[in-house]
């Protein structure tokens, strides 16, 4: 059966070991989803220096909570976050990861362009946060912060993310994780001789 995976067969996937949701927390399973939630670092950028150019790397400065035990996401402001679960695909599996609808009617966008886990991802997932609104919004980690969705494909995949083949960039990483655009960047990108 391939398509998108019911309560039930998201469940048989995880007991079958085609997908690792870690920690498993059966109490986050929604009807067609898995809720993620929030970890307690997150990236910002510098807020001097010039324009944000993909093919340089890019530093970014990590912040934790503040004292009250949130973070606060200024107006219209972008953050990396990440989620507190690590997500294990095979070569069957791909993901989705959309926003909690509960948050979206709050202006807290949790993903710009970049809702897809492929095949053989291992990792926590990076989220991208904004904040649409002119008022600050409190971000707490442990909330439920977005969903992932699980497809079956077809058939396997010939080519897994984090193979070299792929160009993986952020296999296995923990914690929200910056853009490595600029590895993929050649002299023939720039227009070099």
Not at 151 to 170: A, F, I, K, W
Request: with cysteine; charged share 15%.
């Amino acid at each position: 059966m391939t398509g998108l995976l019911p309560d039930h067969l998201i469940e048989a996937a995880i007991e079958a070991g085609a997908i690792a949701v870690t920690p498993w927390d059966r109490t986050r399973l929604q009807p067609c989803s898995v809720d993620l939630t929030l970890s307690s670092t997150f990236l910002t950028y510098l807020e001097y220096g010039g324009i944000i150019d993909p093919a340089s790397e890019e530093p970014m400065i990590a912040h934790g909570h503040n004292d009250v035990g949130c973070y606060v996401l200024g107006p219209r402001c972008f953050v990396l976050a990440g989620t507190r679960e690590k997500i294990t695909l095979d070569a069957r599996h791909a993901g989705t990861v959309s926003g909690k609808s509960s948050l979206a009617r709050m202006g807290l966008s949790v993903h710009q362009t970049a809702g897809h886990i492929d095949p053989g991802f291992s990792g926590a997932i990076t989220l991208e946060l904004f904040n649409t609104t002119s008022r600050p919004l409190a971000l707490w980690p442990g909330m439920r912060i977005a969903q992932i969705m699980f497809t079956r494909l077809v058939e396997p995949c010939d080519n897994m993310y984090g193979q070299s083949v792929t160009g993986s960039h952020y296999q296995g990483q923990g914690a929200p994780t910056v853009s490595r655009a600029w590895q993929r960047f050649t002299s023939d990108t720039h227009g070099a001789a």
